[in-house]
Each structure stands twice: as C-alpha cells, then as structure tokens.
C-alpha cells in the first residue's frame, strides 16, 4: 500500500461523519494531501540522508518539504506528533483477522509484523526512528500511546477470546501470553536487521508456542 492510501486512512481516522453519515465535516482550513505527502517525503528523504531527529528542524524539514513553518504547524503541533505521523506513513497497515480461529488470527498478526520487516525502506526508516526516539520521552509516549498500545490490545483482544473459546489456559496473563506469540517476529525484524524471514515463519511460530498454551 502506498503512502498516498496510508494518508487517506489518516484522514479518515481523523475526520468526522457528516449528518448523513457520509463524508468528514472539514472545520478550518482545508487540508491538503500533496503537502502532507510532500512534508512527510520530506522527513523521510532527512532520514535516509543520516539527519538525527535532533538536527531535524521544523525549519529544515519546511525547506527539504518546500512549503512554510506555518504549514506544518497547522497540521501538527510540533515534531512529536509529525514524527508519529512519520512512523505510522512509514508502516505497513494492520492485516484483517480471519476470524475463524485464535491461530489463524495470531497468524495473521505475525503475518502483519513480518511483511513489516520485509519492507526494506519502511522497515530502515521505522528502525531509525525508533531507535532515536527512545532519547525523546514525549515521542516516545504518542508512539506508544497511538500505535503500540492498539496493537498489543487487539493482540489481547484476540488471546481473550481463545480462552473464552477454550482454545488456551485461562490463568495466564494475556499481556504476557501476547508478548510470548510476537516477541520472536519482532525480535526478528527489529532487533536483528539480517535475520530471516521466510514464508510459513508465521505459522511456525504460532504454532510451537501454541503447544505450551493450549489447555
């Protein structure tokens, strides 16, 4: 998927039903999508160029953009929140759960952490990023507040149901059960910038932990 569709999730999550319930009700200035598009290529293009996101000014990032300092204050109240925007531009789109099963399920969210990895530029960009952030306390918070915590509560979400379903235990801690199933992918795509990532890796991965947590 590419960054433009990644943007139009973004206004979608953003803007609000008409009466009608059709499109977003636009309040204020119209936003434009070339120039979030060319302001977000902007910082990714600092990033590939070896720029820290301390040396990253909204200056800098307005003139690399082509556009003014009040354009991206008018979006985003300062880096934090633009470098979220960045690593949510930068990141595949969370896969459809099947439904049918808690294996297939945490298959497809394994699936979801590797296509990830495999995707070379986003995968370089995002690991930058996360790795300068963890010097930045408040980007680090909207990371997580926006991006990890939604994924670790539909991982919890989908392990509620397998105990609920009797597929696992249900005295394990469900923060912990999940940690257990992604922990090997993101180690993989994140910690380790070779490791392999073949295909059935998913499905290998669910199931050998699987058999340590089913009833």
Do not use: C
């Amino acid at each position: 998927m590419g960054l433009r569709d990644r943007h139009e999730r973004w206004h979608e999550r953003h803007g609000q039903a008409g009466p009608s319930g059709g499109s977003p009700v636009v309040r204020g200035r119209p936003r434009s999508e070339a120039v979030e598009r060319a302001i977000i290529e902007g910082v990714m293009s600092l990033l590939e160029e070896g720029v820290s996101l301390g040396d990253m000014s909204i200056e800098r990032i307005a003139r690399t953009a082509g556009v003014g300092k009040a354009t991206i204050y008018r979006r985003w109240k300062g880096k934090e929140e633009l470098f979220v925007e960045v690593m949510r531009a930068t990141d595949e789109p969370d896969p459809e759960l099947p439904g049918d099963s808690v294996r297939d399920d945490l298959v497809a969210v394994l699936e979801g952490i590797r296509r990830r990895g495999l995707a070379k530029r986003s995968s370089a960009l995002l690991q930058s990023l996360l790795a300068q952030a963890k010097n930045y306390p408040q980007l680090w918070e909207l990371y997580h507040e926006e991006v990890v915590a939604r994924r670790r509560a539909r991982v919890t979400e989908v392990l509620r149901r397998g105990v609920e379903a009797g597929e696992l235990r249900g005295h394990l801690d469900l923060s912990l059960m999940g940690d257990l199933f992604t922990g090997p992918m993101l180690a993989r795509t994140i910690l380790s910038h070779d490791a392999p990532l073949p295909d059935g890796l998913s499905e290998s991965i669910v199931d050998t932990v699987l058999a340590g947590l089913r009833p």
